[in-house]
Structures are given as C-alpha cells and as structure tokens.
C-alpha cells in the first residue's frame, strides 16, 4: 500500500494488516503519501528514507517494541509520532511519552477521533490541516459522461472513459458491490469477502472490519465522485451496508 497525497509523507508502523490498513486510508484521506511498515526496524528504515511529516507507531511489534521504534527515531527525526496500543496501562502512556512520542491512542479507535487528534497535532506542530477548497469537488450534474465501466479481468474501472485509481481493496470492494446487481452487501460480508484469512470477526475484530469497510467505500465514492448524500453508485442501505445502483 503505498497512496499518493500531496500534504506529505505518512509512515505507519503496524504489524496487523487489518489495522495498519484503517491507519493507511484515514492518512491518505488526509491528503497524505503512506508508506506502510509491519516491524519496528522496517518502519524507523522508512522514516530515515522519507522524512515523514507524520508517523504513527504501534507499541505491540513482532521485533523491537514501539518505544525503541520512537527512540530510534528521535535520533535523527522530529516527525510527529502518534503511539497505538490495545493496553490502557498509564505507565505505558508515559514511557511512550517520554520515549519522544507526541501523543497517544487507545484501540479500538474511532477513524474520525484518530484523523481529529493527528490533524490538531500537526496544527500545533506548524503543519495545518488543509483547507476545506483543497477536498476534491463533486462534478456538476450533466457535465461529465458518467458511464462506469468495471473491468474483472484487466482489474481497472473507468468512469466515462477515464481511467480511476483504485487500490486493490478498493477494486475488490467495488467488484463485491457491482457483482451483486443491486442486493444490498452487508458490511459484515464485504469484509469477510476482502480479508476471508481473519478469523472471527467477533467483538473488537468485526468493529475494526466493519469501520475498515466504511473508509473503503468513502474512498471509492470520493474517486468516483460520487457523493454520499445523493449517490448513483454506491447507496448506504442503513443499519445493513450498501448496495450498488448504475442507473
């Protein structure tokens, strides 16, 4: 995984691929360029090479733990560093604190509340979050040819002609959507479909899933311009998930 933005550099330590993957999205949604580590040495090897603005550090790592990761990183690096963990323990809030980290978070998070705590550091830090013109513009109605055209076998979409960049989960989600022909897909399902090795999906896991599907399909909807609130493609079907609809 590897977005493009154009508000910088991004860089997440984090060894579960479900969450390292939520961590990636709501980063990229935030303007920046992601480049994504599952072990602490890979992810300080990262940071030296592209100076991320921002770097979010998981404590619970297969190698070195994540206090190392930000003492290492605090040899040669002031980015801004945002700690993760599952454990609510407060000498582990302070080690991390005084390991060089600038804030700290407890999972299961919230997409929102981790992107609301990153954008106020960065403000704080002198790097403001970006304007509300810089968020990409929906298409005036009319102006555009709207066709979508979801192509399996090439693995590419294009919306009028024009090719859409979607990441491989994106392109799996929307082929789910598509494939259904108009039955609603519940979240559940969506995510059993996109990560079927995750076992479970009971508690705190299918939560995860679940906020991991909604960043997804806020992602595709925003590359296919469309909008959430009066949608062609991708329709929120409440307290299920969503059906697809190319009328």
Do not use: C
Not at 6 to 34: H, K, P, S
Not at 41 to 46: C, H, M, P, S, Y
Not at 224 to 229: A, I, K, Y
């Amino acid at each position: 995984m590897d977005h493009s933005g154009g508000r910088g550099v991004a860089v997440v330590v984090e060894d579960d691929d479900l969450i390292r993957e939520v961590i990636g999205v709501i980063m990229q949604q935030a303007g920046f360029t992601v480049h994504p580590a599952a072990t602490g040495t890979q992810g300080v090897a990262l940071v030296k090479a592209h100076e991320p603005i921002v770097t979010t550090v998981d404590v619970s790592l297969p190698d070195i733990d994540g206090f190392e990761v930000v003492r290492r990183v605090r040899t040669f690096s002031d980015t801004v560093v945002v700690m993760l963990t599952a454990r609510l323990d407060e000498a582990d809030t302070l080690m991390g604190l005084e390991s060089g980290a600038d804030e700290y978070v407890t999972k299961p998070f919230r997409p929102r509340e981790l992107r609301a705590r990153i954008d106020a550091l960065l403000r704080r830090s002198g790097h403001p979050a970006p304007a509300a013109s810089e968020e990409p513009a929906e298409p005036a109605p009319g102006t555009v040819d709207r066709r979508l055209e979801v192509d399996t076998d090439r693995r590419t979409v294009r919306l009028g002609g024009e090719l859409v960049h979607l990441t491989r989960t994106e392109f799996d989600l929307l082929v789910a959507l598509h494939g259904a022909h108009g039955r609603p897909v519940a979240k559940g399902e969506l995510a059993g479909l996109l990560w079927p090795d995750e076992h479970g999906y009971g508690g705190r896991a299918a939560e995860a899933a679940r906020r991991t599907v909604e960043v997804h399909v806020a992602n595709v909807r925003r590359k296919l311009g469309d909008s959430p609130t009066s949608p062609r493609f991708i329709h929120t079907v409440r307290g299920l998930g969503y059906r697809f609809e190319d009328a």
